[in-house]
């Protein structure tokens, strides 16, 4: 049974990575399809004009003949025709490229929201199993049975055992899981500890990232709130930032995280700079946040 | 120009690696878990992913049609 949990664990590892391999690949093909759709749009447009400005030029010549009543305009009368025939292809092109472009955004909008949604799901499926099944393999390892509670990890209080599945839909204040690899935070102030000046740590946030994953997010899939965890920090005497209250309230309160969706499946950041930058350093994979579209 | 061949064929590359995971990963991972896993994200993913690929092939037929036109005259 042991070797068919690790194998388990083992499965789900790949998975995560499948998932979030999917998921930067899928953001790269949206984005270079909408690139070449836009390039082509472009270089069609282009040729139309250069075809449309040979037409007139050759319209001109073919007029100025027959203004001048000379005999032999027939050549110029031809390339008149020619011109046209060209122009009428060219607006072809410029209206099949539109059309191809119209019929293929609505399928790309969708890809990208849907794959978003698929995967912040499976990796919230995949962080609700992973611990279950790692403390079989400890309970096991040390004699206890299936059910035993994991032990050790971030030195907080015992979290709810066994969380239901946490679908992103169900996270508190409108948030939602996105991968901290989607994240575009090229442009954030923070760029050290030394960027820490609000009256918390680095270290203070990696505890509230502790406390997410070990007690507040579990206690959120069991519909806790902040009442909640503010009982349970007055009665496990903690206070200030390295409080459940505090890091419920940091990441599904007014001041979560919020991200804009780009087109190109990525997330610009609009706040939650700090915080980011302590996910990457911790290695975490994904943060809630608010995401407007 | 860039056709949009090339995009077409990556994402079949990443569309059956998402298969593959799933190939795999139903070898070990046997519980009604992994089941749920799959109904819940991995086949919608997948369908997903075949939704895109077909709007992906019209839009490259498409834009065919358009290169077509333009050399044709």
Not at chain 1, 41 to 61: K, W
Not at chain 1, 98 to 114: C, G, I, K, M, V
Not at chain 1, 183 to 199: A, H, L, N
Not at chain 1, 270 to 279: K, M, P, T
Request: aromatic fraction near 6%; glycine fraction near 8%; include cysteine.
């Amino acid at each position: 049974m042991s070797d068919e949990v690790r194998a388990a664990l083992s499965a789900l590892m790949s998975l995560r990575s499948a998932l979030l391999q999917h998921s930067r690949d899928g953001s790269d093909v949206v984005g270079a399809a909408g690139r070449v759709l836009q390039d082509a749009r472009q270089a069609f447009a282009a040729d139309l004009a250069r075809r449309i400005a040979d037409h007139n030029e050759a319209q001109r010549a073919y007029q100025a003949c027959l203004a001048q009543r000379k005999g032999w305009c027939s050549g110029l009368e031809a390339r008149v025709q020619r011109t046209q025939l060209r122009v009428v292809a060219a607006h072809r092109a410029v209206l099949l490229a539109d059309e191809a472009a119209s019929a293929f955004l609505p399928a790309q909008r969708r890809y990208s929201r849907e794959s978003e949604r698929l995967t912040a799901d499976g990796l919230s499926f995949l962080s609700a199993a992973a611990p279950e099944l790692e403390s079989y393999l400890d309970a096991t390892s040390h004699g206890g049975g299936a059910g035993a509670t994991r032990s050790g990890g971030a030195g907080l209080a015992t979290a709810v055992s066994s969380p239901p599945l946490l679908s992103a839909t169900t996270l508190p204040g409108g948030t939602t899981l996105v991968p901290v690899d989607l994240i575009d935070d090229s442009d954030s102030p923070v760029k050290g500890p030394e960027s820490f000046t609000k009256g918390y740590s680095p270290e203070d946030l990696r505890w509230s990232f502790d406390a997410l994953h070990e007690v507040v997010l579990p206690g959120a899939a069991h519909d806790l709130a902040l009442d909640y965890f503010r009982d349970r920090d007055h009665r496990e005497r903690l206070t200030g930032t390295r409080s459940y209250a505090a890091c419920y309230d940091g990441f599904f309160g007014d001041s979560a995280i919020h991200l804009s969706a780009g087109s190109d499946g990525r997330y610009v950041v609009a706040n939650g700079y700090h915080r980011i930058w302590v996910a990457r350093q911790a290695g975490v994979t994904e943060v809630p946040a608010r995401v407007s579209r | 120009m860039t056709l949009l061949s090339p995009v077409v064929a990556r994402h079949g590359d990443l569309a059956a690696a998402l298969v593959r995971a799933e190939e795999s990963a139903s070898r070990t991972w046997h519980d009604e878990r992994f089941a749920m896993f799959e109904a819940r994200v991995l086949r919608p993913l997948q369908d997903e992913d075949r939704r895109f690929a077909a709007a992906l092939e019209a839009a490259h037929q498409t834009l065919l049609l358009a290169y077509q036109s333009l050399t044709s005259s």
